[in-house]
């Protein structure tokens, strides 16, 4: 079987280490893998207006903000296929053939679904389009064929519902659509980075984002004000490692050779925690520690960023042409849908020549 990947974020700002961490740091080796026949990465504008329907100069203006992202990162336009969502009106039809086949019970018990709309506080006030983000996750998935959808681990219910689309669409209407395996980091801090300020999720509304974007002052700052152990109030305090961002980032970031340099009296991060644990070890030094990481991943990202910010219709051409493939591939998944829900009239030879 052909291995494609589909992946992609919605243009609502900047994106941030939590995106590089759940999903963009390994979409760019797997891209590099060499094991996937064709890689699709979606800027899903489509999607970020629907809660931001009344704001589309916001969105307009991401989408260069999140292909720059892209760019700097390592995503490279010879081997994954960049594109814009709404360039590709298939995505569309799919969508509402596939609303058919879901119940509004069945969206309303989606925890990815419930977890967003409390955060936006919508309440009664929901956007339908808000409200069938699945099926559109779903449309986009299928629409590519795509085997493998690498993401974070608030997105498993989406995929969960995704398969079921798949199951329901081949029981009713005959096997046609690739049934798409999640793939999820393979660091558990990767999977749950909270927000600088300790809180679950790192989100651009909330402000405790670290971008990747971030100059090298940005980045400290946000570092050294970082949550940590509020009872670890002196030095000789006994912290806790547990729900301490600081820790939690290292985790996630942190590899030998960063210990090796910047605190070598450690060998291992589980000796450097065990030291916090039992107190001695004050949180100004931990953050330095984790200021040194941080500016040593990101700093390549940003001269990466600099060398596209100077040529932005390049950027819109790599969009373009991305574009232009995702449209082909989805047209050909459209047809093959059309022709299973015998909704294909005109290709339909027999058809005509039955009411003759």
């Given amino acids: 079987m052909t291995k494609i990947i589909l992946t992609g974020d919605r243009p609502t700002g900047r994106l941030h ?26 800027i899903a504008d489509a999607q970020a207006l629907t809660d931001n329907a009344d704001n589309p100069e916001k969105v307009r203006q991401n989408i260069v903000e999140v292909a720059l992202d892209y760019l700097s990162v390592g995503l490279d336009p010879a081997k994954s296929n960049l594109f814009i969502q709404s360039m590709v ?15 509004v ?17 919508f309440e009664t006030s929901i956007p339908v389009g808000f409200f069938t983000y699945p099926i559109s996750q779903a449309a986009d998935i299928t629409a590519f064929k795509a085997t493998t959808v690498p993401v974070g681990e608030d997105q498993m219910p989406m995929l969960e519902q995704c398969q079921e689309i798949v199951h329901k669409f081949n029981a009713v209407y005959g096997e046609t659509l690739i ?57 000789s305090d006994p912290g806790k490692v547990e729900g301490n ?24 991060l589980d000796e450097l925690e065990a030291h916090y644990k039992r107190g001695g070890l004050g949180d100004v030094k931990v953050k330095k520690l984790l200021n040194s990481v941080m500016q040593d991943i990101l700093s390549p990202i940003r ?5 596209w910010e100077n040529d932005i219709p390049a950027v ?8 232009e493939v995702a ?24 058809l005509i020549k039955d009411r003759m």
Avoid at 92 to 101: A, D, G, H, K, V
Avoid at 316 to 323: D, F, P, Q, V
């Fill in 89 to 103: 009106p298939e995505l569309t039809e799919l969508s509402f053939y596939y609303m058919n086949l879901v119940t």
């Fill in 327 to 350: 449209e082909r591939k989805a047209a050909q998944t459209l047809a093959d849908v059309r022709k299973a829900m015998k909704i294909d009239y005109f290709n339909d030879k027999s």
């Fill in 316 to 323: 819109y051409e790599i969009l373009k042409k991305g574009s």
């Fill in 179 to 235: 049934e798409p395996k999640i793939l999820l980091p393979d660091n558990e801090a990767c999977m749950r980075l909270p927000g600088t300020d300790g809180k679950a999720k790192m989100s651009k509304s909330l402000g405790n984002c670290i971008y990747l974007s971030d100059d090298e002052e940005s980045v400290r700052q946000k570092v050294m004000n970082m949550f940590t152990d509020p009872d670890h109030l002196r030095v």
């Fill in 105 to 121: 019970s069945r969206l309303q018990r989606n925890p990815t679904v419930k977890a967003e709309i409390q955060m936006r506080n």
């Fill in 303 to 307: 001269a990466e960023r600099k060398k």
């Fill in 245 to 268: 961002a600081v820790f939690t980032y290292l985790r996630a970031f942190a590899k030998p050779e960063h210990l090796a340099e910047y605190l070598p009296e450690y060998q291992s």
């Fill in 17 to 42: 280490v939590g995106h590089y961490v759940g999903s963009l740091r390994r979409r760019v080796e797997l891209q590099n893998s060499g094991e996937y026949d064709e890689i699709y990465i979606m």
